[in-house]
């Protein structure tokens, strides 16, 4: 069971990951956000690849008895809000992820980028 918040992004991000989302990217909200610890944002190239990113990380999370409080944007698939309370997963077609850019509204945030997620658990 993944009960460490930052653990629990690191799951989340591998599984987006399998299905072949990229720039993948965690960033860490602690003692910035009083909403979530950890942000995971990554790309898909289409709405069906968001929406299976999306599912996938939902059937992963299972595993580890984690379910999300709510998903907003799936049926659109432009922009897909994953809440698990902890840990916020952004799935992203690449022009509204550019449009947002939640990574520099975090500019300050420490983050990972893929592959280096095991470094970002020290």
Known sequence: MVQDSK????????AAADKKAYDIMLLDLRGKSNVTDYFVLCNGNSTPQVQAICMHIEEKLKDYDRRTFRVEGYREGRWVLMDYGDVVVHIFRPETRDHYALERLWGDAPRAVEPNFEEFMQ
């Open 7 to 14: 653990a629990a992004a690191i799951a989340m991000a591998e």
